[in-house]
């Protein structure tokens, strides 16, 4: 039986309830079985690139449409806010304004649980797990949520029932009765259609047996097509849609009444939502842009380190001081320690539509980025810019594991095929950024360029590979021109840059980043074409 439970990161679930205005003062609380429905469909297309329900998809809806859920609700108290919305029209000197209602059930921390009476096929199932997972929100926008599948033998919590009404179930005096909006049966609904099209086109007194006329057949398509063809197509039918064909309420609904806990819904003091951390994720994805759009504006790829620098130092800054620690932003644990093992974050700034430019951000870390780096990444709105003028706008464009970025549109898939290599890894990685060292260099021993670079990969966990001097001559030429040392901070030993090939026995995946500065783009290799 599917099962999802929501949380509401925001303490408060915003929906008024259909037929209702949003100045009545009215919650929709538990969330109609239609709006669940609903909020699934829009997930498949936001979340899952649909073009159109799939077939799981339809079978997953059908199966929804033709029973009514059960939920659990957690405590909830009833509340609103008033705003004063400007009318954009002045009355002796002062704009006029009108009041508007936010009311909505205050939920804290609380999880709501709804559970369909129904077994679908497993690739259903399977849809239904994924969109669950990437709801974002229900109701109004700002009634955000986090929604996670249940197994079908999960029990139900205690308390907070909300359940359909049947002739053979009296709850008791404890319970009150509510309506909802519910999807009609999908075979209830095709009849209904099919009934109504044809009456419908019986009124239009058409010849028998003629083909008819293109002003006739006109008047049947318009007839046919002011009526969604299944229950599924009713489902995705905006307000705008139904009201401009003069339906009273959305096709395809109808209204249930539903049993609820007296105490469901109270009026009392809101509460204070307690902050739930997001969970931590190993890759965040940075886009760059100039005040004017212009690509030609941005920094330059030879200014990657300092680039870097100014992104890093930003998203410090906007950790503010006290709080919990930031390990993998900082670097240092809570005892001001360096991090070993380098599993802080890496800043890579990358040129992925290959202009010569910095356009994005690549920053990721082992051990995962938590909630505060994730906030503080979050809060860098702008940047100052190396080599250029003003400063650069930043915006996330992606969050996930470093896997995800594959999903990056095939104009700049080539540099992220670089950057982490093919699905199985590559044996063949060149110098995308140069190699600087990061000891002086010797002759032989661990204090060589080989022995330098083995034990930079060591430290990362990679197996060991042969190293390979390149010339500096095609597109490496450029790495010369590369800054190589930072403005503040540690400085090499050497200002000097190498541009090599790593040849493992096996494949490996990336990124891979190594030597001086590897943590703001320096020592980048990429994933070499298999010849």
Same mark, same amino acid.
């Given at each position: 039986?599917?099962?999802?439970? =929501?949380?509401?990161?925001?303490?408060?679930?915003?929906?008024?309830?259909?037929?209702?205005?949003?100045?009545?003062?009215?919650?929709?609380?538990?969330?109609?079985?239609?709006?669940?429905?609903?909020?699934?469909?829009?997930?498949?297309?936001?979340?899952?690139?649909?073009?159109?329900?799939?077939?799981?998809?339809?079978?997953?809806?059908?199966?929804?449409?033709?029973? $009514?859920?059960?939920?659990?609700?957690?405590?909830?108290?009833?509340?609103?806010?008033?705003?004063?919305?400007?009318?954009?029209?002045?009355?002796?000197?002062?704009?006029?304004?009108?009041?508007?209602?936010?009311?909505?059930?205050?939920?804290?921390?609380? /999880?709501?649980?709804?559970?369909?009476?129904?077994?679908?096929?497993?690739?259903?199932?399977?849809?239904?797990?994924?969109?669950?997972?990437?709801?974002?929100?229900?109701?109004?926008?700002?009634?955000?949520?986090?929604?996670?599948?249940?197994?079908?033998?999960?029990?139900?919590?205690?308390?907070?029932?909300?359940?359909?009404?049947?002739?053979?179930?009296?709850?008791?005096?404890?319970?009150?009765?509510?309506?909802?909006?519910?999807?009609?049966?999908?075979?209830?609904?095709?009849?209904?259609?099919?009934?109504?099209?044809?009456?419908?086109?019986?009124?239009?007194?058409?010849?028998?047996?003629?083909?008819?006329?293109?002003?006739?057949?006109?008047?049947?398509?318009?007839?046919?097509?002011?009526?969604? /063809?299944?229950?599924?197509?009713?489902?995705?039918?905006?307000?705008?849609?139904?009201?401009?064909?003069?339906?009273?309420?959305?096709?395809?609904?109808?209204?249930? =009444?539903?049993?609820?806990?007296?105490?469901?819904?109270?009026?009392?003091?809101?509460?204070?939502?307690?902050?739930?951390?997001?969970?931590?994720?190993?890759?965040?994805?940075?886009? $760059?842009?100039?005040?004017? #759009?212009?690509?030609?504006?941005?920094?330059?790829?030879?200014?990657?380190?300092?680039?870097?620098?100014?992104?890093?130092?930003?998203?410090?800054? /906007?950790?503010?001081?006290?709080?919990?620690?930031?390990?993998?932003?900082?670097?240092?644990?809570?005892?001001?320690?360096? $991090?070993?093992?380098?599993?802080?974050?890496?800043?890579?700034?990358?040129? $992925?539509?290959?202009?010569?430019?910095?356009?994005?951000?690549?920053?990721?870390?082992?051990?995962?980025?938590?909630?505060?780096?994730?906030?503080?990444?979050?809060?860098?709105?702008?940047?100052?810019?190396?080599?250029?003028?003003?400063?650069?706008?930043?915006?996330?464009?992606?969050?996930?594991?470093?896997?995800?970025?594959?999903?990056?549109?095939?104009?700049?898939?080539?540099?992220?095929?670089?950057?982490?290599?093919?699905?199985?890894?590559?044996?063949?990685?060149?110098?995308?950024?140069?190699?600087?060292?990061?000891?002086?260099?010797?002759?032989?021993?661990?204090?060589?360029?080989?022995?330098?670079?083995?034990?930079?990969?060591?430290?990362?966990?990679?197996?060991?590979?042969?190293?390979?001097?390149?010339?500096?001559?095609?597109?490496?030429? /450029?790495?010369?021109?590369?800054?190589?040392?930072?403005?503040?901070?540690?400085?090499?030993?050497?200002?000097?840059?190498?541009?090599?090939?790593?040849?493992?026995?096996?494949?490996?995946? #990336?990124?891979?980043?190594?030597?001086?500065?590897?943590?703001?783009?320096?020592?980048?290799?990429?994933?070499?074409?298999?010849?």
């Amino acid at each position: 039986m599917p099962t999802m439970v =929501l949380r509401f990161p925001g303490g408060r679930y915003h929906a008024t309830p259909g037929g209702h205005h949003v100045n009545e003062g009215l919650v929709e609380w538990p969330p109609s079985p239609w709006r669940l429905v609903r909020a699934l469909i829009a997930c498949g297309y936001a979340t899952q690139r649909w073009n159109e329900v799939p077939s799981e998809g339809r079978r997953l809806v059908e199966c929804l449409s033709s029973v $009514l859920p059960e939920y659990r609700l957690p405590k909830a108290a009833l509340g609103h806010s008033r705003h004063y919305m400007p009318l954009g029209v002045l009355d002796k000197g002062r704009e006029k304004t009108t009041l508007v209602l936010d009311t909505f059930a205050d939920v804290a921390d609380g /999880k709501l649980w709804v559970r369909w009476p129904v077994t679908i096929d497993r690739d259903a199932q399977q849809l239904f797990d994924v969109l669950v997972a990437n709801l974002g929100y229900l109701g109004r926008g700002e009634s955000w949520v986090l929604g996670e599948p249940a197994a079908d033998d999960a029990a139900l919590p205690p308390g907070g029932r909300a359940f359909p009404h049947s002739a053979d179930v009296q709850p008791g005096r404890g319970f009150e009765q509510i309506a909802l909006s519910a999807p009609d049966l999908p075979e209830v609904y095709s009849a209904w259609r099919a009934d109504d099209v044809e009456v419908a086109t019986q009124e239009l007194q058409l010849p028998s047996g003629k083909k008819l006329t293109k002003a006739q057949q006109k008047k049947v398509d318009d007839i046919e097509g002011a009526y969604p /063809k299944d229950i599924i197509d009713c489902l995705q039918c905006d307000t705008a849609w139904w009201k401009a064909r003069k339906w009273s309420r959305a096709p395809g609904m109808r209204t249930v =009444l539903y049993w609820r806990e007296g105490n469901a819904l109270e009026v009392g003091a809101v509460s204070a939502p307690r902050a739930s951390s997001p969970p931590r994720v190993e890759m965040m994805l940075l886009a $760059l842009t100039t005040p004017s #759009g212009s690509k030609s504006a941005l920094p330059s790829v030879v200014r990657t380190l300092p680039q870097a620098d100014l992104v890093h130092k930003a998203a410090v800054s /906007k950790l503010g001081h006290g709080g919990e620690p930031c390990p993998e932003i900082v670097g240092r644990n809570d005892a001001g320690q360096p $991090l070993k093992g380098h599993q802080h974050a890496h800043i890579l700034p990358v040129d $992925l539509d290959k202009d010569g430019h910095l356009d994005h951000v690549v920053l990721f870390a082992s051990m995962g980025l938590g909630g505060r780096a994730q906030q503080a990444v979050r809060r860098v709105r702008s940047v100052a810019m190396k080599g250029g003028v003003g400063e650069l706008q930043v915006a996330i464009a992606g969050i996930g594991a470093l896997d995800d970025l594959r999903q990056v549109g095939s104009e700049l898939s080539l540099e992220i095929v670089e950057l982490l290599g093919p699905p199985g890894g590559a044996t063949s990685w060149v110098s995308k950024t140069p190699f600087v060292p990061p000891r002086y260099l010797r002759r032989s021993g661990r204090s060589s360029l080989a022995g330098q670079v083995a034990e930079e990969l060591s430290g990362r966990g990679f197996p060991v590979a042969s190293v390979e001097v390149l010339d500096w001559e095609g597109e490496r030429l /450029k790495l010369r021109h590369y800054v190589r040392r930072r403005t503040r901070g540690p400085q090499p030993p050497m200002d000097a840059g190498y541009a090599l090939r790593l040849s493992f026995e096996q494949p490996v995946a #990336g990124p891979i980043c190594l030597g001086y500065g590897s943590h703001f783009g320096m020592g980048r290799f990429g994933a070499e074409a298999q010849q």
